[in-house]
Nanobody, 124 residues
């Protein structure tokens, strides 16, 4: 069984930065892609970023490209989301998720395991 635990969320002013972390259990962490999704109140869950099993390939939603950066440390079973130049519209619960394949994917149905989420609030 895989468990994902996010941390690092909080309240930040517009223009600020946060770094989200996701700790994963299990020995197969390095075999699969990882992703971050977010869900704002009253909205559907949306793709934010994803990274391949090796970390060599990344993908970002257009809304965060150039501001967010996803990375992973397979030795520590960790994945990170560095968020810079935050905007009020980035306010959401952010979820860490493990994919069922080695390559990044934007479709939530391709991800097998999800964390409980961490709240990010950006004030204007």
């Amino acid at each position: 069984q895989v468990q994902l635990v996010e941390s690092g969320g909080g309240l930040v002013q517009a223009g600020g930065s946060l770094r989200l972390s996701c700790a994963a259990s299990g020995r197969t962490f390095s075999y699969y892609s990882m992703g971050w999704f977010r869900q704002a109140p009253g909205k559907e869950r949306e793709f934010v970023a994803a990274i391949s099993w090796s970390g060599g390939t990344t993908d970002y939603a257009d809304s965060v490209k150039g501001r967010f950066s996803i990375s992973r440390d397979n030795d520590k079973n960790m994945v990170y989301l560095q968020m810079n130049s935050l905007k009020p519209e980035d306010t959401a619960v952010y979820y860490c998720t493990r994919g069922g394949t080695r390559v990044p994917n934007r479709t939530p149905e391709t991800y097998n395991y999800w964390g409980q989420g961490t709240q990010v609030t950006v004030s204007s």
